[in-house]
């Protein structure tokens, strides 16, 4: 089985890894996940005026590994194989579409991330994914 694990950081994502954790060891079959973490590097517009690209994208870099290392952790210590994607883009958009180009056979997310008051109005990003994804998607709280 295929799945892949979408992380920002949260505590809800971190639930999705152990849950993940826990799902990989009851399979019978032999089961890979893959970590995605995506940042949107809308709101960094203004500054990549003042700094060099480079520099954003090793900040983000940073950032993702950060985020990406608790459920690392957690993968590991269950001896569950693993790998790990860092993209930048529209978060829902980079998400389908590795689910689409590795073919996929679960998503697990969590339901509550980074996102703020603007996901309030637009809708998260767990409510896209799961209303657009051919795969689908568990969401853990």
């Known amino acids: 089985m295929k799945i892949l694990l979408p992380i920002d ?15 990989a060891k009851n399979s019978r079959s032999p089961t890979t996940v893959t970590l995605i973490s995506v940042h949107d590097d809308v709101g960094l517009g203004h500054v990549k005026q003042f700094v060099a690209k480079s520099v954003v994208d090793d900040y983000l870099r940073e950032v993702s590994e950060k985020e990406l290392k608790a459920a690392q952790k957690v993968l590991d210590v269950a001896h569950i194989k693993h790998s790990m ?7 829902a958009q980079e998400i389908i579409a590795l689910a689409n180009k590795d073919r996929v056979d679960l998503i697990v997310m969590g339901t509550k991330g980074r996102g703020g008051f603007l996901d309030m109005l ?20």
Do not use: D
């Open 9 to 23: 950081g949260s505590k809800s994502s971190l639930n999705a890894a152990k849950y993940v954790a826990k799902l």
């Open 85 to 91: 994607v860092i993209k930048r883009g529209h978060i």
């Open 122 to 141: 637009m809708g998260s990003v767990a409510q896209r994914i799961s209303s657009t994804a051919k795969q689908p998607v568990t969401l853990i709280k």
